[in-house]
């Protein structure tokens, strides 16, 4: 049999790092046995449902490279398969309507409760109402759960799970709206798609005994099901939707690159032997669900922010570029054509953890300086400051080949033309073209920067000191 998984989100909230756990591990086991991995977006609950989350959703799996093979299905187009299914199930007696008000409930519910009893549907409708049937009274559908026996399933994380049917109350399956429920759905679903493995939260196994009665109601074959541990918030509240977990999005917009997130992510309840850092290539060969852990993960914002680290000074340079660009586009920042982008990086990327580090860090490579927003600039407005930037403008404006080694050669002449230290020129041409007193090595400043911005840049600080100069 094909092995076939799926990721099935809800898009009432973003895709966050829970999420893409479940993606990533599904992912993995189709690929590991050469099989299909569905996206299918649970898009039945229209009152929280939203479009920008649908967009969230498939732009994070496609920025991580968790590419689908199928899909994606969106069950609210579905809803004529979901509806026939169910007037199937009332035709056989395997489902039933239920004209139950929502005060009855209520009070029952309450009785339960205050008789110490597990709240759960008292069955009133199964074998009554025959009168009501014709009847214009709101109703459910309610899936006629068997009254006997046991629901045995192998977890293949947890191992061996069963629940007696005495605990299982007849679940809706149809609102009185006339859609469809998400346990109808997931399994009816889960079946025509042909999913043989169901990886997904902890949250889910109270659910799996309904659906795997449901499943067998209509006589279609169980899957496999996985059922992966929480993951715990630094406070340790676990990750949900509810609780604001951050959004894949904002890893991607803080300049996190795919292999650092699918490695970091991966690690999140899976281990193999002492290895801490994987490859695509090794995940898909190493990952195995019995090796995940039944325990709960903790997020480890510094283990991702190492990742990062490592990735982006061991990928390709031409995979940096790329992410790179992407970056700098989602965030509209647009560098100058002649900067060299490949050597920048590979200078001054080792210094930093992410992309957005990187590039708050030389904001004066693409956006310009306001002399006036530089703190105590005041200072550098002498006669001496004057000569020197003349001297240093008309020398650069003569060079003529862009090297860092002629770069550096006219700043040492202008050290012994006007005998001043290395560090006094170095600081005041820094202030001139990024506004700070502190950068990298000078004459890769100068460098990166370019000729005509260098010089245009320079010439704004003349005529900001002849300006403000105190005569």
């Given at each position: 049999m094909k092995v076939k998984t799926r990721f099935s989100p809800s898009p009432t909230g973003c895709l966050h790092i829970g999420g893409v756990r479940t993606a990533l591990y599904s992912w993995l086991f189709a690929q590991k046995y050469r099989g299909s991995f569905i996206l299918r977006i649970e898009d039945t609950d229209t009152k929280r449902v939203n479009n920008d989350y649908i967009q969230d959703i498939l732009y994070g799996l496609n920025y991580l490279g968790l590419h689908w093979d199928e899909g994606p299905f969106y069950q609210s187009n579905r809803l004529d398969i979901y509806k026939n299914i169910i007037l199937y199930m009332l035709k056989k007696g395997i489902a039933y309507k239920c004209y139950c008000s929502q005060e009855r409930l209520d009070r029952l519910r309450k009785n339960q409760i205050l008789n110490k009893e597990k709240p759960r549907y008292d069955r009133k409708c199964r074998e009554y109402c025959i009168v009501l049937k014709k009847s214009n009274i709101p109703f459910v559908v309610r899936f006629k759960n068997p009254l006997e026996g046991i629901v045995k399933f192998n977890d293949m994380i947890r191992g061996s799970i069963h629940i007696s049917n005495h605990e299982l109350d007849d679940f809706i399956i149809q609102r009185s709206n006339g859609m469809p429920t998400y346990n109808f759905c997931v399994v009816i679903d889960d079946w025509k798609m042909n999913i043989t493995h169901v990886i997904r939260g902890e949250d889910h196994v109270n659910n799996t005994p309904r659906q795997i009665n449901l499943l067998n109601a209509l006589n279609a074959p169980v899957p496999l099901y996985a059922h992966v541990s929480m993951i715990l918030d630094n406070s340790g509240i676990k990750l949900s939707k509810r609780n604001q977990s951050r959004s894949i999005t904002s890893y991607i917009n803080e300049g996190f690159i795919p292999e650092a997130i699918l490695n970091y992510i991966l690690r999140l309840g899976w281990s193999y032997?002492?290895?801490?850092?994987?490859?695509?290539?090794?995940?898909?060969?190493?990952?195995?669900?019995?090796?995940?852990?039944?325990?709960?993960?903790?997020?480890?914002?510094?283990?991702?922010?190492?990742?990062?680290?490592?990735?982006?000074?061991?990928?390709?340079?031409?995979?940096?570029?790329?992410?790179?660009?992407?970056?700098c586009k989602n965030k509209k920042i647009f560098l100058d054509t002649d900067i060299d982008i490949q050597n920048l990086l590979k200078e001054f990327l080792c210094h930093h953890n992410t992309l957005q580090e990187f590039i708050s860090s030389y904001v004066y490579f693409y956006k310009d300086i306001n002399l006036y927003n530089v703190d105590n600039i005041q200072m550098y407005c002498s006669c001496i400051n004057l000569k020197i930037l003349k001297f240093l403008y008309k020398k650069f404006f003569l060079l003529t080949c862009w090297y860092k080694s002629d770069i550096l050669c006219l700043l040492k002449q202008s050290i012994k033309r006007f005998h001043v230290c290395f560090k006094y020129i170095a600081t005041l041409i820094r202030i001139g073209i990024s506004g700070k007193k502190n950068t990298p090595n000078i004459s890769s400043i100068i460098f990166y920067i370019g000729k005509n911005r260098f010089l245009s840049r320079i010439h704004n600080l003349i005529k900001y000191i002849q300006l403000h100069m105190l005569v």
């Open positions: 032997k002492d290895q801490e850092v994987f490859s695509i290539h090794e995940m898909k060969n190493l990952f195995n669900i019995e090796n995940v852990s039944k325990s709960p993960s903790m997020i480890n914002d510094k283990k991702l922010l190492w990742l990062n680290h490592y990735y982006l000074n061991s990928l390709p340079i031409k995979t940096i570029i790329s992410y790179f660009s992407i970056f």
